[in-house]
């Protein structure tokens, strides 16, 4: 039996604050984004990883109406280079390891760069992650955040207007494209804060674990609110399995969000590890961010009680659909029947609602979010929609009962351990390779990450490729978690009439002996 902490407030790693401390540097860091000439509208980058700070900047940009810009610090240099030239930040806030790989041409004051404040990297983020911090000392770019934070004086008087955190999201092209949402007024952002309470579970005097990674819109949104919302919020600077558990029995949590993947690794723990600590406290598990498997979600249920609750949506549509732990052992595969204010719809190629069981093209639009655009990309977002309604390119059906179930993507895309992945970007990167004549990356079923990518290479004649060669020339130049995990190689492709890559035929071998198709 580990000890209970009773502490009110907030936790990461050895470290806590208190809510006084907590919401007095909010209001400081406020002040100190607007003494920076951060504007209402403007954007404000965080390149951190879990830590006080990221809430720090991000309830600081939102009271002054500014975006909060979080980054996937996953990212290679070319593409974290790319997110910030598109979203032009006023201000980048990064732990200190990371900044190094920030462009120097993006920070030159001459020329009008954003100007960076650097947070020391916390000790249980180092230890999580294995750091060596050694090697960037001294590279600073800009000031400490902490300094101009604790002298600063408190904003007391916020903007009028409240602006949701910027999130990027892939695209068919590989190009992300940042969410950006309109203004709301500060009654109807507590309205959506009020419905989000409801999806997540949360009422006040909670004490919440966030264990997934703040710049996903999820855990983020899950975070946000329980942090208003909690009596405790712990926070973990990386998941692990075991460490998890024995913090949901020091600290008595009652609520978290996961993605199904760390369900998968949670029941890969020995039982007598699983037995040694004491969950009873928790009370709302919400999962989402990719379709969790019947079984997982049973045997979780089977541990943990009928506490599981899970929702579809996206970052454009919010949140679309939810269902409890009963109707998911009712109705296996189930993601649930549309949530209060939500309109979601199965439409056919030529925009008519299909009928029950005939699987369409989903659409929606959640009344109590407010409407987006893409960042520099309005006619992108202009094609997705119809009729008021929006598509993220999910294939599914209803029931009779008029409960959603999930069969397949119109668009190109994969859901591997709650990430999503556009296979176009790595197909256009290994064109390049020289010796490569085509290729076609997609997912197969994977146990722990719900779907791993696969890379089937044709090379040209004449040449000779293996995979070492063809993973060594993908991680010079994409994000890790975008290399695919398999390479194959074939002499020829199937191929449209048109042409074009069958990459259907490609994809159902793998499929052919799972119980769902995405």
């Known amino acids: 039996m580990l000890d209970i902490d009773l502490r009110e407030g907030f936790f990461s790693g050895e470290r806590w604050i208190d809510r006084g401390e907590f919401e007095s540097r909010v209001r400081r860091a406020a002040a100190v984004l607007k003494a920076l000439e951060v504007l209402p509208g403007d954007a404000v980058a965080l390149l951190l990883r879990n830590d006080f700070c990221f809430f720090e900047a991000t309830y600081g940009a939102n009271l002054i109406g500014a975006y909060a810009v979080p980054i996937n610090w996953h990212a290679t240099d070319i593409e974290l280079s790319y997110l910030l030239k598109d979203a032009k930040p006023r201000v980048l806030v990064g732990h200190a390891d990371l900044l190094h790989r920030v462009p120097r041409s993006l920070t030159d004051a001459k020329s009008g760069g954003m100007q960076v404040l650097v947070v020391e990297t916390p000790a249980e983020v180092i230890n999580a992650y294995g750091l060596n911090t050694e090697a960037h000392v001294g590279e600073s770019i800009g000031a400490l955040w902490c300094s101009l934070r604790d002298s600063a004086t408190e904003l007391r008087q916020p903007s009028a207007d409240v602006i949701q955190s910027m999130f990027y999201t892939s695209g068919t092209t590989g190009s992300p494209k940042g969410v950006r949402r309109l203004a709301q007024s500060r009654d109807d952002a507590e309205i959506l804060g009020q419905v989000r309470d409801s999806i997540f579970g949360l009422n006040p005097g909670v004490n919440a674990l966030v264990p997934g990674p703040l710049y996903h819109s999820a855990p983020n949104s899950m975070a946000l609110r329980a942090a208003q919302q909690s009596h405790k919020m712990v926070l973990m600077p990386r998941f692990d399995a075991q460490e998890c558990l024995q913090l949901i029995e020091r600290h008595r949590i009652t609520n978290m969000f996961m993605v199904p993947t760390m369900l998968v690794r949670l029941l890969k723990l020995p039982v007598e590890v699983r037995e040694r600590y004491d969950v009873t406290s928790l009370e709302y598990i919400m999962i989402a961010a990719a379709p969790c498997p019947a079984e997982i979600k049973k045997q979780v249920i089977t541990w943990w009680g009928p506490i599981v609750h899970e929702f579809y949506g996206s970052t454009e549509l919010g949140y679309m659909t939810v269902c409890n732990s009963v109707e998911a052992l009712e109705k296996p595969g189930t993601v649930g029947r549309p949530v209060v204010g939500a309109t979601v719809k199965a439409l056919d190629s030529g925009g008519a609602e299909v009928s029950v069981g005939t699987p369409g093209e989903i659409f929606g639009r959640l009344s109590t979010f407010p409407d987006f655009t893409y960042n520099n990309r309005h006619e992108e977002r202009l094609a997705i929609e119809r009729d008021g309604l929006i598509t993220c390119g999910d294939v599914g059906y209803f029931d009779e009962d008029g409960y959603l179930f999930l069969s397949d993507r ?73 290399v695919p995990r398999r390479i194959e190689f074939q002499s020829e492709l199937p191929r449209e009439d048109s042409g074009k890559i069958f990459k259907r035929r490609l994809r159902d071998h793998y499929w052919s002996h799972a119980r769902r198709s995405i």
């Open 410 to 482: 119109v668009r190109d895309m994969v859901i591997s351990g709650g990430v999503n992945i556009y296979p176009a970007e790595i197909e256009a990167c290994l064109l390049n390779m020289p010796g490569v004549e085509d290729c076609a990356v997609f997912g197969i079923p994977d146990d722990e990450y719900g779907e791993q990518l696969l890379g089937v290479v044709q090379p040209s004649v004449g040449h000779s490729l293996d995979a070492e060669a063809v993973w060594a020339y993908l991680r010079e130049r994409l994000a890790g978690y975008k």
